[in-house]
């Protein structure tokens, strides 16, 4: 398919792509240093975002991870000015990205900082001042075993990831130690980034059973709380089995769930 | 000689000899220019001690072959032409200096400078402005919700904080739909602005300012009214 030349990226999408493929992109650069842009027939130009799952290289794109190759219009956000390509791969294994939310578990205290597996290669770093109204006097109350949603403050690779509880006006909002009680478990990355798409078909029809609370972290990790255990398990094993199931099948299970 | 101490000419702070006379001086003299190299000639005699380190240094920096008892008076212009250039760079001799050695030693200075800087030794870059970003999360590429979710009211906190977070995006586009419509136009604006600048610049006023302005109203109003009686104070009677 795309042996040394590569296939435009528009051709591909949607399609299966493999590491090693080179996306070409439509030359805008040329035709602007070689006459003046007309402005008819290219589209108008802005920032391609290349998303994960692809690189930056001389004809255009080139891909690191096998999956489905998604494409987003430009204007559809405000991230995407020139519209943006990524790949939707299949894994389990997270990697660090920074910005990214995640929920860690806190496996030690050193010195300063707070380690937490956040299920990546190295175990990440959380400084016990990062957290809403930590002063060097007043520590934050964090035990060893306890579950955190943070932030990724600095992801590279090659260095140790660190986290911070706290958003770039130094406010909580919503990060910092998970309440107790609960249950966690792990699913795909897959399943996360589908739960947390806008408008998401399983998040709607569960928040119609009955009260509960959700945390998802980037790194396929999913806490549930609902008021009784019966109840938190029920939406476990819901968000668990939804990954492979059709819409039919899941309202199916849903009714016969929300009918007892 | 001591060798051990020597005169600032020669790499040492302090000249022992300052200021102790003949006997002393010979002290700083020759032995680190024995150290700096052994290819120099051999120093001249220390005929007649210097009376001061710079002299020596003077002495030393010149033509080592130059006779070094000769007369003062003779040495003088010798001396002035050929004084080193660590010498005449030293801020002290920078007053006496005209202006084509001075030029010469800019030039030197700034040759070593330019010597000294390094810079890479790479082609030019041909690459131009790249207009794509790379972007390792998918946050932004999927427009992502927050992770944090609470539903029927089981924590009002986290409810509170999911309409606030997820309806940011929506916000904006509704804010710039309101730019687009003024609620009032410009002229209106402007006429009440004109009102209100004479009530507003009384706020702004001492209180003292605020009286004569008012007094001044009033004389105006006497010239068409009659004149209203001051109220003045009355010292009260007995």
């Known amino acids: 398919m795309a042996g040394g030349g590569g296939a435009p990226a528009e051709s591909r999408v949607g399609q299966v792509v493999l590491p090693g493929d080179v996306l070409l992109l439509p030359a805008y650069d040329e035709q602007d240093t070689e006459r003046l842009p007309l402005g008819t027939s290219a589209a108008p130009r802005g920032r391609l975002l290349c998303g994960p799952g692809l690189r930056r290289c001389a004809g255009g794109l080139l891909v690191t991870k096998c999956g489905l190759l998604r494409h987003r219009r430009a204007g559809d956000g405000a991230a995407a000015a020139g519209g943006a390509y990524w790949v939707d791969s299949q894994q389990k294994r997270y990697v660090p990205v920074k910005g990214d939310h995640v929920i860690g578990i806190v496996t030690g205290k050193v010195g300063d900082v707070f380690r937490l597996d956040v299920g990546g290669s190295e175990q990440a770093s959380l400084s016990y001042l990062a957290f809403e109204g930590a002063t060097k006097r007043n520590r934050p109350n964090v035990q060893v075993g306890d579950l955190i949603y943070g932030q990724f403050l600095v992801a590279n690779k090659d260095m140790e990831p660190e986290m911070v509880c706290i958003d770039s006006s130094g406010r909580a909002s919503g990060m910092g130690v998970i309440g107790q009680d609960g249950f966690l478990f792990k699913v795909s990355l897959g399943l996360i980034r589908k739960l947390l798409a806008p408008k998401c078909e399983i998040i709607q029809e569960l928040s119609q059973l009955y009260p509960f609370e959700l945390v998802l972290g980037m790194n396929g990790r999913i806490w549930v709380k609902a008021k009784t255990v019966q109840q938190t398990l029920i939406i476990v094993n819901i968000l668990e089995a939804c990954e492979y199931m059709t819409a039919e099948q899941r309202k199916q299970a849903l009714a016969k769930l929300s009918g007892n | ?238």
Request: neutral net charge.
């Open chain 2, 1 to 238: 000689m001591i060798p051990a101490v020597s005169c600032s000419s020669h790499g040492c702070y302090r000249c022992p000899g300052y200021g102790l006379g003949p006997a002393a001086t010979p002290r700083c003299q020759q032995p680190a220019r024995n150290a700096e190299g052994g290819a120099t000639p051999p120093p001249p005699p220390p005929a007649s001690p210097p009376p001061a380190c710079a002299a020596a240094a003077l002495r030393e920096r010149g033509d080592p072959a130059r006779p070094t008892g000769s007369a003062a008076a003779a040495m003088a212009g010798e001396v002035k032409t050929k004084l080193s250039k660590n010498l005449l760079r030293m801020k002290f001799m920078q007053r006496g200096l005209d202006s084509q050695t001075k030029k010469q030693l800019d030039e030197e200075e700034k040759k070593i400078i330019s010597d000294e800087h390094w810079y890479l030794d790479l082609p030019d870059l041909k690459e131009k402005e790249s207009y794509i970003i790379e972007e390792r999360s998918f946050i932004p590429c999927e427009d992502l919700l927050y992770g944090r979710m609470s539903f029927k009211g089981f924590n009002p906190e986290i409810e509170k904080l999911m309409v606030q977070i997820n309806s940011k995006s929506k916000k904006e586009e509704i804010e710039e739909d309101d730019k687009m419509e003024a609620d009032v136009s410009d002229e209106e604006m402007a006429r009440r602005y004109e009102t209100l600048v004479g009530t507003i610049g009384k706020k702004f006023l001492k209180k003292r300012d605020q009286r004569v302005l008012h007094d001044e109203d009033e004389e105006e109003n006497s010239n068409t009214k009659p004149k209203k009686a001051r109220k003045m104070f009355l010292k009260p009677q007995d």
